[in-house]
């Protein structure tokens, strides 16, 4: 009988009439196949999708040439230099010139493979990992674009993530720079409601003075910052992202989840508010698959293993004491702010943290902005130049603090004041004490078909108009005096 190739039909038809007692000789006559296949086949000891793996021992690749091969790995894990390795031509030469070696290349080719299967971790491999309540928290940085104010901007996200309980924290900042990584890990800390024995990150430049990994050593400002919170840094070697896997999951899935759709928001403040509420969310409804408990109950369970707060907070600012220049404003990491002019040429103290600005004088707080990045660009505030605008009316529309504050309905509207300039800086002094949008909204209550004026808009606001009559309501005391000593030294008395 010729050969048959086995399919699962015929398979089929052998082991259902060898069930029902039909002998292998029968039953190769029946289907016209080998008594051999039958008996193959017929118990069900085999099955023939099974096939034998073709396996042929090379008889040149004896132990001696295995020995000479492992050497050569042995070589390149010493010299520790990814570029200078031993490749299985490489190896391969080496044999035929070292060693006699009679094989073919294709021979090495393989036989190195399947030594490097056999002795080398792979780089993918991780060991799955285990933390104490309280020990650790992995901290990372992630990118996502958003809309702010309607303009499309890319914001970094900072992520905090508990070892122990997966307990999360996302909040975005414009930079990673010093002032945001050390005003996140703070935020972190009082979200967390406590600290843990340790802090796990890769070497940020913020905070890596020189080296990496186990030799890396902390910048003198971020030593400063763990020092008053009481945790360890361990930072991790370069391009080992699996040290700290679990809040390189969290970028990933913050983004996919928090970031998606593209959120639309007015300020930064205004974004962190929606992930705070994101994150507190994904506390009270998480549970992460290879655990018992959901991640609120493993946080609270945490939460009593973190060390304290301290009472003293510490200042996340970068700080610098600029002079008020003559235009009343301060140069701060290469962008400008207004101050009011009565603080001309004095010296005030900026303390510039992630995402504001604050300037202080004599200890007290005198304008407060939302920080610039970039450089060259100014903020203005219109209350900070009302009292000069008073004193110097013509300037007003040509003014940058009127134009970078006010809407071009404000200016033409100024424009049809009959009381020009002058007029114009008293409507914008209304604008600062109640609002533009409170003035704007009047102008729509004002008669179509008469000039408006600033009065008018003080009697919507219930303020008494100006006059131009000056009361005086105390008599002006007049001291008399004795003119009689000049009358007679002139000659008048005699």
């Known amino acids: 009988m010729k050969g048959v190739i086995i399919e699962v039909d015929l398979y089929s038809k052998i082991r259902l009439l060898f069930s029902e007692g039909e002998s292998i000789r029968s039953i190769s006559t029946r289907l016209g196949i080998a008594r051999q296949t039958v008996r193959k086949y017929c118990e069900g000891n085999t099955h023939p999708d099974v096939r034998k793996s073709y396996t042929r021992k090379s008889d040149v690749i004896t132990e001696d040439v295995k020995n000479f091969m492992l050497d050569c790995f042995l070589h390149d894990e010493k010299e520790n230099l990814p ?21 073919s290349y294709s021979a090495v080719r393989e036989a190195v493979r399947n030594l490097k299967a056999e002795h080398m971790v792979p780089k993918q491999a991780d060991i799955p990992l285990e933390y104490d309540p309280g020990d650790a928290i992995q901290i990372d940085w992630g990118e996502a674009t958003v809309y702010l104010d309607g303009q499309k901007n890319k914001v970094n996200f900072f992520c905090g993530r508990l070892c122990n309980s997966c307990d999360i924290l996302v909040q975005a900042y414009h930079s990673q720079n010093l002032e945001s990584f050390l005003e996140a890990q703070q935020t972190m800390f009082d979200y967390f409601r406590g600290i843990p024995k340790r802090v796990i990150f890769d070497n940020a430049k913020v905070a890596v003075r020189e080296g990496f990994g186990l030799h890396a050593k902390a910048t003198d400002g971020y030593a400063s910052f763990s020092a008053h919170y009481a945790f360890k840094t361990d930072f991790c070697n370069v391009a080992s992202g699996n040290e700290k896997g679990l809040v390189e999951n969290l970028v990933g899935y913050a983004r996919r989840n928090f970031m998606v759709p593209v ?124 009292d000069l605008l008073e004193r110097k009316p013509r300037s007003v529309f040509q003014a940058k603090p009127v134009r970078t504050n006010v809407t071009k309905e404000l200016l033409g509207w100024g424009h049809l004041l009959p009381g020009g300039n002058a007029e114009m800086v008293k409507l914008l002094r209304l604008c600062v004490d109640y609002g533009e949008e409170k003035i704007l909204s009047i102008k729509d209550l004002l008669p179509k078909n008469v000039i408006p004026t600033v009065d008018m808009v003080r009697s919507f606001l219930h303020e008494a108009p100006e006059s131009n009559v000056l009361y005086i309501k105390n008599d002006i005391p007049v001291i008399s005096i004795d003119l009689r000593k000049y009358d007679e030294k002139c000659g008048v008395l005699k």
Not at 83 to 103: C, M, N, P, T
Not at 305 to 311: E, G, N, R, T, V
């Open 263 to 386: 959120p639309r928001v007015s300020s930064i403040g205004e974004l962190n508010q929606k992930l705070l509420r994101d994150c507190l969310n994904y506390r009270e409804t998480h549970k992460i698959e290879s655990r018992s408990s959901t991640v609120n109950e493993a946080y609270e369970q945490e939460l009593h293993f973190l060390k304290k707060i301290p009472a003293y907070r510490f200042d996340t600012s970068r700080t610098a004491t600029p002079i008020v220049g003559d235009y009343s404003t301060i140069r701060f990491e290469k962008n400008n702010y207004s101050v009011p002019v009565r603080y001309l040429r004095k010296t005030v103290t900026v303390k510039g943290y992630a995402n504001e600005v604050h300037i202080y004088h004599d200890g007290v707080i005198i304008a407060s902005f939302d920080r610039l990045y970039g450089s060259g660009k100014t903020s203005y505030r219109l209350e900070h130049y009302i």
């Open 83 to 103: 570029k200078q390795k031993h490749s299985a031509k490489r190896i391969y030469d080496r044999l035929v010139s070292e060693a006699d070696f009679k094989g």
